[in-house]
């Protein structure tokens, strides 16, 4: 009988993996590629995330409190530290305009930035409700983003970068 069973799954398994394959799609539009950069982001995969995003060394991008990063080695160790530091993000989109012209796109976007530090009955939440903007650019056929922006959407949520400083608390 154990064979059989065992039989049973050798048979099946190929098929089960090949469904879940199929159902995994690429990003292939502007808008696919934001929000699978939010996904990742949110999932803290930062292998995903950055291979949506430009890594030219003369890149500029700006967050809250201030920073600019010039370069993507400085916005990925940023990026690194916050996956670390945190114990769950969660980004519902509330809002998302794209535009496409040719090889270029830009975006407006609305989302909460909420981070979950620690366990348990302790763990502190944050939620940073966020307007981000970028533009992507068509290369060798994939979208791409070359540059984002975020600030605060709501005003008097100015935060002093010091505040920011990694890791947040």
């Known amino acids: 009988m154990r064979k059989r069973s065992y039989m049973w799954l050798v048979l099946i398994l190929p098929f089960c993996t090949s469904c879940t394959a199929a ?4 990003p292939s539009t502007p ?3 934001i929000r699978a950069v939010v ?23 700006y967050t809250i409190g201030g920073r600019k990063y010039v370069g993507w080695s ?29 090889e270029s796109a830009w975006f407006v976007m609305e ?12 763990q502190l939440r944050k939620i940073l ?27 008097g949520l100015d935060v002093p970068v010091s505040v920011l400083s990694r890791p947040w608390k």
Do not use: C
Not at 74 to 87: I, K, W
Not at 111 to 122: A, C, E, K, S, T
């Open 74 to 102: 400085g916005l990925a160790a940023d990026l690194r530290e916050e996956f670390e530091s945190v114990t769950r993000l969660e980004m519902p989109i509330y809002e998302l305009t794209v535009w496409t012209r040719g």
């Open 39 to 61: 996904a990742a982001n949110a999932d803290k995969d930062f292998p995903a995330m950055s291979r949506f995003m430009a890594q030219e060394e003369d890149r500029i991008n």
């Open 31 to 33: 808008e696919e590629v």
């Open 111 to 122: 989302l909460d930035y909420i981070r979950f530090i620690g366990q348990g009955p302790n």
């Open 129 to 155: 409700p966020l307007r981000e903007t970028g533009v992507l650019e068509q290369r060798n056929g994939n979208w791409i983003v070359v540059a984002w922006h975020e600030s605060f959407r709501k005003s």
């Open 23 to 26: 159902t995994v799609k690429e």
